[in-house]
């Protein structure tokens, strides 16, 4: 059973930034997609960076120029980089590792404050 881990969630301020981490129980070259997706309260989970096997990425327009996805296969880690954050990134943030032939697994979610 594959398990995604997340970690580095926390209060900051506007400004401010955060590392999130994700940690995978196997190898991530077992995902076709490794992604992070947040949910604000009263929203939609929505798609905020995305990085492929191949290693291609794809951001959310709202936080292009600010966030970067990037992974270390050899520790089965997918980070999230997030920079110049504001009060409208303020979300649980959640994990997402999908494979094309039927898997599609995440995390436990960490929650982003970003509040003066």
């Known amino acids: 059973q594959v398990q995604l881990v997340e970690s580095g969630g926390g209060l900051v301020q506007p400004g401010g930034s955060l590392r999130l981490s994700c940690a995978a129980s196997g190898s991530l070259s077992s995902f076709n997609y490794m992604g992070w997706y947040r949910q604000a309260p009263g929203k939609q989970r929505e798609l905020v960076a995305r990085?492929?096997?191949?290693?291609?990425?794809t951001y959310a327009d709202s936080v292009k120029g600010r966030f970067t996805i990037s992974r270390d296969n050899a520790k089965n880690t997918v980070y999230l980089q997030m920079n110049s954050l504001k009060s409208e990134d303020t979300a649980v943030y959640y994990c997402?590792?999908?494979?094309?032939?039927?898997?599609?697994?995440w995390g436990q979610g960490t929650q982003v404050t970003v509040s003066s």
């Open positions: 990085i492929a096997r191949t290693d291609s990425r």
């Open positions: 997402n590792g999908w494979i094309i032939t039927g898997g599609d697994y």
